[in-house]
């Protein structure tokens, strides 16, 4: 297929514990985000910019998973089951965790992605990685360990495999919904 091999975009983007949000988010918050990188405690300016996150993220991704499920080949998605984030392992390293987490969904995306869209997800990606993994490292947790459960990357990818739009489209809202209600009450909770 002439789309762009899996590989090709892959590292490009960062950031995501995951990506589900859900239903009506949270209130639009003026987003500056922070450096990526940044370990500082998540506040609950964090929390209103976190509901703009996944608002934004919800207008992009599933489109763009709507078409990219019908320009997948069979071995690449044969290839994201082989790197499907694996919630039940705390040996791996939370680095390399978040990494590979992000490089699924890069790689989930790609086919279908521009330059731009990338461009436009990634800071989205980071900050929400960053609110998290600053919440999970005071608490002492693996990512892999996540409150609420594992998001449904899985789920989302088996969507891919009925190559119907629609499908993919909705399993790409309800990863996001899920992970942003997860996150919210995670962060509430912990506040
Ligand atoms: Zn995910």
């Not at 994201?80 to 790689?107: G, K």
């Not at 990512?143 to 891919?160: K, M, Q, R, T, V």
Request: net charge negative; aromatic share 6%; proline share 9%.
């Amino acid at each position: 297929m002439s789309i762009p091999r899996l590989g090709v975009i892959s590292g490009v983007i960062s950031g995501v514990i995951s990506n589900e949000s859900g239903g009506p988010p949270w209130g639009p918050g003026d987003a500056t985000p922070a450096p990526p990188g940044s370990t500082k405690r998540p506040s609950r300016r964090d929390l209103a910019e976190l509901g703009g996150i996944f608002r934004m993220r919800r207008l992009i991704e599933p489109e763009l998973c709507a078409q990219a499920c019908t320009l997948h080949t069979d071995a690449d998605l044969d290839e994201l089951a082989a790197i499907t984030p694996d919630y039940h392992d705390t040996s791996v390293d939370p680095d390399e965790f978040y990494r590979a987490h992000r490089e699924f969904h890069v790689r989930l995306l790609a086919p279908a992605a521009t330059a731009w869209d990338l461009r436009v997800l990634r800071p989205l990606w980071q900050e929400t990685d960053r609110c998290v993994r600053a919440l999970l490292d005071q608490l002492g947790m693996h990512p892999a360990l996540i409150p609420g459960g594992a998001p449904p990357c899985s789920e989302l990818l088996d969507s891919f495999r009925t190559r119907d739009p629609e499908q993919a489209r909705v399993a790409s809202r309800r990863h996001l919904d899920l992970n942003a209600r997860r996150v919210r009450e995670f962060m509430t909770r912990s506040d």
